[in-house]
């Protein structure tokens, strides 16, 4: 079965700093990665996934995530971080079907 | 189209209450799933269910807990005789498919708290 590993549960940065979120996975099939963002009060919103195709994905705000089989990571980065930002970050896998995997979260914190 | 609606957002019960969490997925979306998440851990799947059907309850555990989609109204997540290991964020999803690999839309959860 598969499992997420959030190595960091809290990150703060200074505003305009770069950041990455850190993500491993272990399965013993192929994937498909996710992140989910939680501002606060609110519910999950999907921010990137990856299914197939080239490996690094884009959100709409900034972010990126690069799939890295031989690692086993996806860690998700953004060169310049806004107060914005502030949020839980769940990264989740799951081997299709309806059983999707998450990570105990990283609440990303930016500081002004 | 609002989002997944969940009810309330914060449910308070005593121990050996019962606790009812209600989800109402977005329109046009018949599959509806349940996560729990405690105190710093992740969000971990409890059940899928389809229109009046429990697809997989694999997540959930098998006393105290059940789940309900009917064909009109939302979904209820149950707990009877509830302790203070019940105390969590509950978060319900909803897709339009099957596959969660096409996005599923999360609710803000409900956040009970056993006294």
């Known amino acids: 079965a598969q499992s997420v590993t959030q190595l960091d549960s809290q990150v703060p940065v200074f505003e305009e700093a770069p950041v990455e979120l850190r993500c491993n996975y272990s399965?013993?099939?192929?994937?498909?990665l996710f992140w989910y963002v939680q501002y606060p009060n609110q519910g999950l919103q999907l921010l990137l996934k990856y299914l197939s195709g080239s490996t690094l994905v884009e959100s709409i705000n900034g972010f990126e995530a690069e799939f890295n089989k031989s690692q086993t990571s996806f860690h998700l980065r953004k060169p310049s971080v806004h107060i914005s930002d502030t949020a839980e970050y769940f990264c989740?896998?799951?081997?299709?079907?309806?059983?999707?995997?998450f990570g105990a979260g990283t609440r990303l914190t930016v500081k002004p | 189209n609002a989002g997944v609606m969940q009810n309330p957002r914060h449910l308070v019960r005593r121990r050996g209450q019962e606790a009812r969490l209600r989800c109402s997925p977005m329109?046009?979306?018949?599959?509806v799933y349940w996560y729990r998440q405690l105190p710093e851990e992740g969000l971990k799947f409890m059940v899928y269910l389809q229109k009046e059907n429990i697809i997989d309850e694999s997540g959930m555990p098998k006393e105290r807990f059940s789940a309900e989609f009917p064909k009109e109204g939302p979904s209820i997540l149950r707990i009877q005789q509830v302790v203070r290991g019940d105390s969590a964020a509950y978060f319900c999803?909803?897709?339009?498919?099957?596959?969660?690999?096409?996005?599923?839309?999360f609710g803000q959860g409900t956040r009970l708290t056993v006294v």
């Open positions: 399965s013993s099939v192929s994937v498909y």
């Open positions: 989740a896998v799951s081997e299709g079907g309806n059983d999707m995997r």
């Open positions: 999803a909803s897709s339009q498919y099957r596959d969660m690999n096409t996005e599923a839309f």
């Open positions: 329109k046009g979306h018949s599959h």
